[in-house]
């Protein structure tokens, strides 16, 4: 059974930090290119950041470089973001995706809520 399972989100003030963590099962993690998106309130999903299957390549979005890092442990079918520096305008439903590198699977997380907010 395939299985995405973000973790890590929460409440935190603007200027703080935090770290989601998504557990990947059920799949060759390697194998997968592996994405963060978010999706806030009456807004589309966007992805945020991307990274390849072995790490070693890493994209992010505009909004979100220089203060987020996507990092990911194949050993442990983990892949992180920590986000630093964050903003009110962070605020929104988390994603975890992971997509093969050679076809059309295509898995999601549930989601795991950030709120930036003093």
Known sequence: ?????????GSVQPGGSLRLSCAASGFT???YVMSWYRQ????ERERIARISSAGGITTYADSVK???????DNAKNTVYLQ?????????AVYYCNGRYRWGDND???QGTQVTVSS
């Not at 059974?1 to 989100?9: F, H, K, P, R, T």
């Open 40 to 43: 806030a309130p009456g807004a």
């Open 107 to 109: 898995y999601w997380g």
């Open 29 to 31: 993690f390697s194998n």
């Open 83 to 91: 986000m630093n520096s964050l903003k009110p305008e962070d605020t």
């Open 1 to 9: 059974q395939v299985q995405l399972v973000e973790s890590g989100g």
């Open 66 to 72: 220089g203060r987020f890092t996507i990092s990911r």
